[in-house]
Every structure is written in C-alpha cells, then in structure tokens.
C-alpha cells in the first residue's frame, strides 16, 4: 500500500485517514510526536479491509485507547497508529446479565451503564481512565479487582483479518499484563455481572471515587500508575520505595514527581518526551542503587 493506495482508500470510507498527524493531544501526558500515518475507522468492514492492504507497508501497527497510560516519543516513523471510531463504542445488556461494550468505551461509561441497570461487579472500572481495550491488554484493576475477575469473553481480529472470540478462561491474566498477542486488535467484551441495588452500587463507586481523589492527582497530564507494584520483591508498594529513595522535588524540565502520589509522574507544563523519560529512567535507577529492587513500568512506551 502506497501513500497514494492510501488517499484513494480514504475517499471511500466514513473513518478518517490523517497524515503527518500530531499524537500530543491523544495522550493524557500530552507528549508525543507526529504520527506518518492516524486512522480512525468507523466500521469494521474499514478496519478489515486497512488491513488487508496495509499488509506490504513498512509501518507496525499501534493501537491508541483512551492514551491515559501512554508516553508517545519524537520518533514515531515506524508506527502507523489506529483508533477506534464510534461504531466500537456500542454496549447492550443480555438476560443473563452479560454486559457486551465496544472495546472503544470508556471504562467509566461501562461502569456508569452497568449501575444504570441495576448490575454489580463493574464498579472499579469508575476509577480506571482508560477503555475497555486497553484494560484488557493489561489487566488493569484497582482497590482489589482486576479485569480478570469480570471478563467473559473479547471479541478480536488480527492483522490478518481474521475475525474471532477468545473465552477468558483461555488467557492467562498475571498483574497489569496478559499473554494475548500484539497482532490482535480489541472489538468488543463481554462481562459476567450480578444483580444488584442501584443504591448499593452507586453508593460504592462515589466510596471508591472519593478514595481514589483523596490519593491521586486529579485533573493533571500524567500516565497513572508509571511503574508497577515490584510484588516478587518486596512487600512496599512502589510509591513507598520512590518515596524513600528519591528527592520527589527532583524535575527534568516540566516532567516532576506529583506530590500527592510518587508514582504518579506530571507533565507541569510542557514537558518533552526526553525530559520524562530522563525522570523514569532516574527514579528507576535510584530505587534499585538504594534498594535493590528492580522496577518494571506500568505505563507503555512507543518510540522507535
């Protein structure tokens, strides 16, 4: 597929095809560069078909969620990125009380329509800022569930254009990761739920929502959770281990450490992709020189 295989595609699809297109936006970080290539289908008759004549370009594919646990860099040559358009963000209720939402959705839409029809189990999904794709890439969870605990199924294709369903019982879920392919894009899930009092459910999303501002920043440009919890090697929590090793006024530029919660790390202003990832790279040196416990990231790097 060339560049003009491409432009004669784009004229015949409700999605959009952009060139040349700034990524800084998409991401909660607000950092990135410019993307060679941005498509957002609409339907998945357009995604299928970008695949199948994409196949010969030189370009890997990345698919871009909510962007919240995202750090784009300045070298994006080699990806070419795909967003879901708003035919992905479909949900509906079965009388099973299986909840099937596009992959698209965000978490928080999830948890909010499963409370608007009295059904229970969906509530941490109020405190995750990302989407449903996304959290079953990497398992996300909080104040003790996890994606695993509530999925039934995902509905998938690859980059070959290949259409199908994998049970969740045939994917092994370990912590903030699965062992499901990179060549798979994310359509649509489905989630096991219980019936439950409105009251009851609400009353327990405002709980975790009121929880989660009293210990995170709020309303900032930061990827979340930047490194996950080193549970083979110690029983603290990370932010327990930066704080201890690190000086949290330390800053590259606009990249900080936000004072709320260490493992939290801000874009204050505007931060470049080099100066938050010299503030990843120390903090993760400085907790291992002092403490000897590796640490991991959470949050997902795409740079070449």
Excluded at 84 to 110: E, M, P
Excluded at 129 to 145: E, L, Q
Excluded at 197 to 222: A, D, F, G, H
Aim: net charge positive; with cysteine.
């Amino acid at each position: 597929m060339t560049d003009e295989d491409l432009n004669k595609f784009s004229k015949n699809i409700k999605g959009k095809i952009k060139f040349n297109y700034s990524m800084k936006n998409l991401t909660w970080m607000n950092i990135g560069g410019i993307a060679k290539i941005f498509f957002i289908p609409e339907t998945l008759l357009e995604l299928k078909e970008f695949l199948s004549i994409f196949k010969n370009r030189k370009e890997k594919i990345f698919v871009i969620g909510a962007g919240s646990n995202l750090l784009v860099g300045e070298d994006i040559d080699k990806y070419a990125f795909v967003k879901l358009g708003k035919n992905f963000n479909k949900i509906s209720v079965s009388n099973d009380n299986i909840i099937i939402a596009g992959c698209s959705l965000l978490d928080k839409k999830v948890s909010d329509y499963a409370c608007e029809n009295g059904l229970g189990g969906l509530e941490f999904l109020s405190c995750i800022p990302g989407s449903i794709g996304g959290g079953i890439r990497m398992n996300s969870g909080c104040y003790g569930t996890e994606f695993k605990d509530v999925l039934e199924s995902v509905q998938v294709i690859d980059f070959d254009g290949k259409i199908f369903s994998i049970k969740a019982d045939k994917i092994k879920f370990s912590y903030r990761q699965t062992n499901l392919p990179k060549n798979l894009i994310f359509l649509s899930a489905s989630f096991k739920c219980n019936k439950k009092n409105k009251c009851e459910i609400l009353n327990k999303i405002n709980e975790l929502k009121k929880n989660k501002s009293l210990t995170q920043p709020m309303r900032v440009k930061t990827g979340g959770s930047t490194f996950k919890n080193p549970y083979k090697y110690s029983d603290k929590k990370v932010w327990e281990l930066i704080k201890d090793s690190v000086d949290q006024n330390i800053s590259f530029g606009d990249a900080k450490i936000s004072n709320i919660h260490s493992n939290f790390f801000i874009n204050s202003n505007n931060a470049t992709y080099e100066e938050m990832s010299k503030l990843i790279n120390f903090v993760k040196n400085e907790v291992k020189n002092k403490t000897g416990i590796p640490l991991d990231l959470e949050i997902e790097i795409v740079n070449s």
